[in-house]
């Protein structure tokens, strides 16, 4: 047997993820579609491989070439598209005398294409289809659930009743026959050669296939659930090793301010986390590769992070150990008061220690997807005019001109990072990024973790908004900090609490930029009762400070504060 593999296709439904990549090298836990198919032919018994190209035909060229692969596979160009009958007409040269198989490389299917061989050669029917029953493609009449007797259009009406219609799968097997039916150099469909054959009075075989077996990836929707059903049993898995019940309930679970979508997957008493990232843009490095890259690493390093089972950064599926449901914010508003706290916060600091210790070394910035540093020119785009495009001006109304602040900012930029204890730094590290399970602690978010200061993920963990502490627990665990770090040598007090001031004024900066943005432009105003807390810690930071420091930026925030009030949302 040899066989014909149709990838020469736009995948316009598929855009504007087939921009970068041909729809036949989307991959399915890993494995790009073609590898799929490729290999189950070889198991079917097929001798040798044709391929027809046309878009992005040199990704398809050079993965076959890089592959070495049991059987010959060779690729065919098509200059001009010539549909799946041309493309089965332009190829006639390598055919033999024996039936052939023809397969679409957009499908996912278990289904034993050598019993589809096999059945063929069984009848000699001048063509066997693989059929399904999906009411979305149903177009193909069957009667005695054998024969093919004619095709409908989708959305058609049948003139005269049918026994039943089912949805060709792009799975065939056709006596060399078919040729004649086929015009030579055009573009022509195989659907059209098949009615000229029922025509002539021949037989077209209907092979129906098992239910569940066969998956359409020709659209993001169903690509997405192709790859969702296939690697959700992996995961579970390599997880929890064989399972013998592997039905799988999933329940969506409310986010926060990124874009993600985030699952419960239950299966057998056990449960994992699935992180939902989307299918891939570009070719670039993404959030769903820092996000793999940096939770392995980390989870190595003995850092406090989720176990990552099993991902698969094209379609943007993570599955995750299952942290539960409690986070610091949630445990800090069940404490009876706010000293009651301070265990738990210190423990909280010395995972944070081992986080940008033992998290920084051996740390590949390559794995970073926006920067690999907390540097000057961040903390002014990312921070600094963050909060005064999406605070300021976005949020406020406040017509202030870039260069009211611009000279305060490249200052604060500065000092920020002059005496940085330098480690891996999580970026975001608030309560709803600290999970506690078992009394155990770990963090998660931390795809955007970077190499840069201590001192900023700890005013992050002080200041966060989520938790109002007070300023003396602050100061308290500012100096558990550096007393934990003075122990092991890696601290200079009045340096670590210079650097820590500035950080809690550029992260103070970054959390008002995204409240505002978030609640004004994302809809998610549930981040809007949050920002006079943020705005009164930015008040009381600039404060502790010299009066002369940033005078433009204390008269903003006092503005800002009067708005604030004028609005009712600051008492």
Same mark, same amino acid.
């Given at each position: 047997m040899k066989a014909l593999i149709l990838a020469a296709g736009y995948g316009t439904r598929l855009r504007p993820y087939t921009h970068h990549t041909p729809k036949p090298l989307f991959p399915i836990a890993g494995r790009p579609l073609l590898d799929i198919i490729i290999d189950s032919l070889l198991k079917a018994g097929c001798e040798a491989v044709i391929i027809n190209t046309h878009h992005l035909h040199q990704e398809i060229e050079a993965y076959v070439a890089a592959r070495n692969y049991r059987l010959p596979v060779a690729t065919r160009y098509e200059p001009q598209i010539l549909g799946t009958g041309g493309a089965i007409k332009n190829v006639a040269d390598f055919w033999d005398h024996q039936p052939f198989m023809v397969i679409n490389a957009d499908i996912v299917a278990d289904i034993d294409l050598s019993e589809v061989y096999r059945t063929h050669c069984r009848q000699h !029917?001048?063509?066997?289809?693989?059929? $399904?029953?999906? !009411?979305?493609?149903?177009?193909?009449?069957?009667? +005695?659930? +054998?024969?093919?007797?004619?095709?409908?259009?989708r959305g058609q009406i049948t003139p005269q009743p049918v026994e039943r219609l089912l949805t060709f799968t792009g799975i065939q097997v056709l006596d060399p026959l078919i040729l004649d039916y086929i015009p030579e150099n055009k573009a022509y469909s195989s659907i059209d050669a098949f009615k000229k054959i029922l025509a002539d009075d021949k037989k077209l075989q209907a092979y129906i296939a098992p239910d569940g077996k066969w998956q359409d990836i020709g659209t993001p929707q169903r690509y997405r659930q192709a790859a969702y059903e296939t690697i959700s049993p992996r995961a579970f898995r390599k997880a929890f090793g064989d399972l013998p019940d592997l039905r799988i309930e999933k329940k969506k679970l409310k986010g926060d301010g990124? /874009?993600?979508?985030?699952?419960?997957?239950?299966?057998?008493?056990?449960t994992l986390i699935m992180a939902d990232h989307g299918i891939r843009e570009d070719r670039s490095i993404s959030?769903?590769?820092?996000?793999?890259?940096?939770?392995?690493?980390?989870?190595?390093?003995?850092?406090?992070? !989720? +176990?990552?089972?099993?991902?698969d950064t094209f379609c943007g599926?993570?599955?995750? /150990?299952?942290?539960?449901d409690v986070n610091l914010q949630q445990a800090a508003r069940l404490s009876p008061n706010p000293e009651s706290l301070m265990p738990l916060y210190k423990s909280i600091i010395d995972k944070l220690l081992k986080l940008s210790l033992s998290g920084g070394d051996n740390f590949d910035p390559a794995w970073t997807y926006q920067t690999a540093h907390y540097d000057q020119e961040l903390i002014l785009e990312k921070e600094c005019r963050y909060f005064q495009d999406a605070f300021l001006k976005g949020y406020l109304g406040l017509r202030t001109r870039p260069e009211e602040l611009a000279a305060e900012f490249e200052s604060l930029a500065r000092k920020a990072l002059q005496y940085s204890n330098t480690g891996f730094m999580h970026r975001d590290m608030q309560s709803r990024n600290i999970m506690i399970k078992n009394r155990q602690i770990y963090f998660i978010d931390f795809q955007g973790g970077r190499f840069g200061p201590l001192q900023y993920d700890l005013a992050s963990l002080l200041i966060d908004p989520y938790v109002e502490l007070t300023a003396t627990i602050r100061d308290q665990l500012l100096d558990y900090t550096i007393d934990a770090l003075s122990k092991i040598g890696r601290v200079k007090p009045q340096e670590?609490?210079? $650097?820590?001031?500035? $950080?809690?004024l550029t992260r103070n900066l970054q959390i008002l930029g995204a409240f505002s943005f978030l609640s004004r432009v994302k809809g998610k105003r549930y981040f809007e009762k949050y920002i006079p807390v943020a705005l009164g810690t930015l008040k009381s930071t600039l404060a502790t400070g010299s009066q002369t420091e940033f005078p433009a930026l204390t008269a903003v925030v006092e503005t800002a504060q009067r708005q604030l009030q004028k609005s009712g949302m600051l008492s």
């Open positions: !029917p001048a063509a066997t289809l693989v059929l $399904c029953d999906d !009411p979305v493609f149903n177009s193909v009449a069957v009667e +005695k659930t +054998k024969w093919i007797t004619g095709f409908q259009d990124s /874009e993600r979508q985030w699952y419960r997957l239950a299966s057998g008493g056990h959030e769903v590769d820092a996000f793999v890259h940096i939770g392995q690493h980390l989870y190595r390093q003995g850092v406090s992070v !989720p +176990k990552i089972h099993f991902f599926l993570v599955f995750l /150990e299952d942290l539960g670590f609490r210079s $650097c820590y001031h500035y $950080c809690r």
